[in-house]
């Protein structure tokens, strides 16, 4: 990892801490949404627990980025973990001092109480996936940042392959009482860990560069200056409208971002329907088993930019990525065969960090720091509202459509001669017609305006992590 060039070792302590809390924040969402199941048996409580989750991530995204930008970014990294510790201990008392059986109604007010207590807990640790890239900008130089960004998807691929397995374990043996305890220890020892490492706020200022005084005047700077907010903006926290603003003031920016939505859009099809068409085809064991073997191709994937970086041009990497991902969507499904699900999906494991880490640091690169956690929120919140939106759409589509289209429908009279028939062969259609859809668009893509701007910007912009700029003034035009 010596080819990422820059505060390496803040870097890495920052991995490990940011690791630590991911795993036993989603082992705790996990672990939650196994024992409601386990308890109530009801598949309606589970699906409307992880659809509140889901709505919660994303309206929260922007509110999350205005307190990175305004606020120490280790600050808010200790405020994360807190707010989760304390919530988290809240829930544990609760989950004691409640009789086991309240928990087997899916109606009753305890269960509830214990869910929407977890819930907060886990939506507090999303501060760090947005403070995490914008000390990327700080630590990392420019030129390997996208090297870094890898090492922050495989961060993500070892959470989603350790906390799938840690969570069905602890909830077989005790329930939510060791999930509870375990959580609480290790979110401690996050704490006082990340107390000791120091993390600068601002990226190192470049020769030349004069520092602002404490009267808010512009700095003495022989480059690009990057003209002060209004103090108005200041003072409203969220801020979504200069937010869009920044962005729109990006050329292609507002394009890539809705693109990643769209994308996100198509892949509430794998978020609704890939369980179900799992389970077609393999039992329940093997299902769970596979998962665990497909999660190490997002670490494999987030290992290899690490070693060797993305390309020059970020933005068309990113799309040229979205070829392959539709492409092999659209080519699974063509027969009823574990063998080409578990090929298909491991590819698309493979190369999703790729297209993560483009994303990340083509943001980085454009978007002044000032601005980078309200953008980054801004983005999480556009792109995570539209995987549920199809996944709610979608499953009564593929139900009360593609299912009978393809069992004795039209659709088993015209292809299913060679693409099969019945419930599953439904389901792959919707895969099928998914992969075309999101290849046209992406083709679409290349071949448009935005992205041949952005591109333009993106490699010919200096790095905003060091470009000189005023800070934000506060209401009372006085620097914070």
């Known amino acids: 990892m010596n080819a990422i060039r820059g505060d390496r070792k803040t870097f890495y302590q920052l991995l490990v801490n940011t690791l630590l809390v991911s795993v036993i924040n989603f082992t705790v969402w996990f672990a939650i949404t196994f024992y409601v199941y386990l308890q109530t048996r009801s598949v309606f409580a589970t699906g409307v627990v992880s659809g509140i989750f889901l709505v919660l991530t994303a309206v929260t995204g922007i509110w999350f980025g205005s307190l990175v930008d305004h606020h120490s970014k280790k600050t808010m990294m200790q405020a994360s973990a807190l707010v989760s510790l304390v919530l988290y201990a809240v829930a544990f008392v609760a989950y004691q001092a409640t009789p086991k059986e309240s928990f087997t109604d899916p109606t009753s007010v305890p269960l509830w109480t214990l869910i929407v207590l977890l819930m907060f807990g886990v939506i507090a640790g999303n501060i760090r996936t947005i403070a995490l890239p914008t000390l990327v900008t700080v630590l990392i130089e420019e030129e390997t940042r996208d090297r870094a960004n890898g090492l922050v998807g495989t961060v993500s691929g070892v959470t989603f392959l350790v906390t799938s397995v840690i969570s069905g374990i602890l909830v077989a043996i005790g329930g939510m009482f060791w999930v509870l305890v375990l959580a609480l220890a290790v979110l401690a ?139 092999v969507t659209l080519l699974f499904p063509l027969r009823a065969s574990i063998v080409l699900l578990t090929v298909g999906l491991y590819v698309y494991m493979l190369v999703v960090p790729y297209a993560e880490a483009a994303e990340q640091t083509v943001l980085q690169k454009v978007v002044p720091y000032e601005r980078q956690g309200r953008v980054f929120g801004f983005a999480q919140s556009v792109e995570q509202a539209a995987s549920p939106l199809t996944a709610f759409v979608i499953a009564p589509i593929a139900q009360f459509v593609f299912i009978p289209f393809m069992t004795d429908g039209a659709g088993a009279r015209w292809i299913g001669g060679w693409f099969g028939t019945g419930a599953d062969r439904g389901l792959a259609l919707v895969f099928v017609l998914t992969g075309i859809v999101g290849l046209i668009a992406t083709v679409l893509a290349l071949r448009s305006r935005p992205y041949r701007r952005l591109s333009q910007r993106v490699m010919a912009e200096p790095t905003t992590g060091s470009e000189p700029s005023q800070p934000e003034l506060s209401p009372s035009g006085v620097t914070p």
């Not at 190192?204 to 200056?225: F, I, K, N, Q, W």
């Not at 926290?237 to 962005?247: A, E, Y």
């Not at 920016?253 to 890939?274: K, Q």
């Not at 070693?307 to 070829?323: A, D, E, F, I, Q």
């Open 189 to 327: 020892v996050a704490l006082l860990h990340l107390a000791l490492v120091p993390v600068p706020d601002r990226p190192a200022a470049p020769a030349g560069t004069v520092e602002p005084g404490p009267t808010g005047e512009p700095p003495l700077t022989t480059g690009p200056v990057v003209t002060a907010e209004p103090a108005v903006a200041a003072k409203s926290r969220v801020d979504l409208r200069g937010t869009m603003r920044v962005v729109a003031e990006v050329p292609g920016l507002t394009a890539l971002i809705l693109f990643s939505a769209f994308n996100n859009f198509l892949g509430g099809v794998f978020m609704a329907l890939m369980d179900a068409y799992g389970l077609s085809l393999v039992s329940v064991q093997t299902w769970g088993l596979l998962w665990g073997v497909l999660s190490t191709g997002f670490i494999v994937g987030g290992l290899l930019i690490a070693r060797t970086g993305l390309s020059r041009n970020p933005v068309r990497l990113l799309l040229l990525v979205n070829v392959l991902l539709w492409t």
